[in-house]
């Protein structure tokens, strides 16, 4: 396992090998809007889901119902059809009016502080919950873990997790708390362009002298 001196030095780089890049939606939305029912629906769309697509039907389901009041008056249907061309865009139109129900009825209409209370939501895990309180809720107690979160430090060879619970807690341990909160801002973009899930660009990798490419078959 690498120490801490030389995890930092590996996430320096990434930090600064992605700064080209664009910023993963979800976090871009948070960064932007400052929005914490935007970064719960749009995480929701999100889901299986391209960042460009889920980008645009964002903003077109929000120039419609920004709010949890104003969404509960759209009609499953209409969601659906405004979030299209999403994956599983019926599933996600019945969560997002479910979820504007409930926020309206026990939360005053607000999106909860407590992770414990997010992941009492439909379709809310361990991830969109650890999104919203990082992204939308802007604290800095969680590591949103996804499928490149989970990935790129098990290919560093850091940790050895396979469910995203499992590594959440594994980075926590060997992760300075200072570097939690962009964390998954900056290794989702490292997955998206260079540490990607099929043959990764080992050869053009900022940190590949740092990395043990555990489990990497094929790379570019
Ligand atoms: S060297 Fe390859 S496997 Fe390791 S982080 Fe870089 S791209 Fe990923």
Redesign the pocket.
């Known amino acids: 396992m690498a120490d801490k001196n030389e995890i930092i030095k590996v996430i320096k780089s990434i930090n600064k090998a992605v700064k080209k890049y664009k910023n993963p939606i979800v976090a871009e939305i948070g960064e932007k809007l400052n929005n914490p029912y935007k970064v719960l629906i749009s995480c929701l769309i999100s889901l299986r889901t391209k960042d460009q697509v889920t980008a645009e039907t964002s903003k077109r389901l929000f120039s419609k119902a920004d709010t949890p009041e104003k969404m509960i008056k759209l009609s499953e249907s209409q969601i659906g059809r405004l979030i299209l061309p999403a994956n599983y865009y019926k599933t996600k139109a019945k969560r997002i009016k479910e979820i504007s129900k409930i926020l309206l009825k026990k939360y005053n209409g607000n999106v909860p502080k407590k992770r414990e209370e997010l992941m009492g939501l439909p379709g809310v895990g361990p991830k969109t919950s650890a999104i919203v309180m990082s992204y939308g809720h802007f604290d800095k107690n969680y590591i949103p873990v996804d499928v490149h979160v989970n990935r790129?430090p098990n290919?560093?060879g850091w940790i050895k997790t396979k469910t995203p619970e499992e590594t959440e807690k594994a980075l926590m341990e060997i992760i300075p708390k200072n570097y939690w909160r962009m964390f998954n801002n900056n290794f989702v973009a490292f997955g998206q362009n260079?540490?990607v899930p099929v043959s990764?660009?080992?050869s053009k990798?900022q940190?590949?002298n740092y990395?043990k490419?555990v489990n990497?078959k094929n790379?570019r």
């Open positions: 790129i290919r560093l260079i540490c990764p660009f080992c990798c940190v590949r990395c490419r990497v790379s």
